[in-house]
């Protein structure tokens, strides 16, 4: 039976710490790196540093993978909505690429080249999804506050002049 190790030494700092204090390392004989991890990170930054060009430019190129578009769209999708790509491809599939309002297909937002539909959601404290909204329609129901009752005013409005048939003042 195996004695499991709870400290280990290292060697940048010469400090005996807790073996939670050390990076995984495949290549070594304990399965942990030989420098703490406090150590290895002003290793990091210290080279960040000297090369800040580098780093720059890597997260720039990293930015720009298809790996790295898809966590960022997962986590602002979780981290907003509470649900995951997959249950915003069903919906967008439930609701065939149309805007659940006009019934648009064309998804754009005047600010931005928009390539997927917005999604409509309850403002209101632990407010649910309603569903996706091309960008005009997003915001003309949040212009009107979300409350039905002036939409329906709006509604009215509207009817009013289109009966008239003219829409100047």
Not at 10 to 18: A, M
Not at 63 to 80: F, I, M, S, V
Request: hydrophobic content about 25%.
């Amino acid at each position: 039976m195996a004695i499991e190790k709870t400290t280990k030494f290292c060697r940048k700092c010469n400090s005996v710490l807790p073996i939670t204090s050390f990076g995984k390392c495949s290549q070594s004989k304990d399965g942990k790196t030989r420098q703490c991890k406090a150590c290895l990170k002003k290793k990091q930054d210290s080279w960040y540093a000297r090369n800040p060009e580098y780093k720059q430019n890597h997260v720039k190129k990293y930015n720009q993978t298809e790996r790295a578009k898809l966590l960022r769209r997962n986590r602002r999708l979780r981290y907003d909505f509470g649900m995951t790509a997959e249950d915003y491809d069903r919906m967008y599939a439930d609701h065939e690429g149309k805007c659940a309002i006009c019934g648009g297909t064309n998804p754009k937002h005047r600010w931005h080249d928009r390539k997927r539909m917005l999604i409509d959601h309850s403002h209101k404290p632990g407010g649910k999804v309603r569903g996706l909204l091309c960008g005009p329609c997003n915001l003309g129901i949040g212009n009107l506050q979300d409350d039905p009752i002036i939409l329906e005013r709006a509604i009215i409005y509207l009817r009013k002049y289109v009966e008239l048939d003219d829409y100047s003042i």
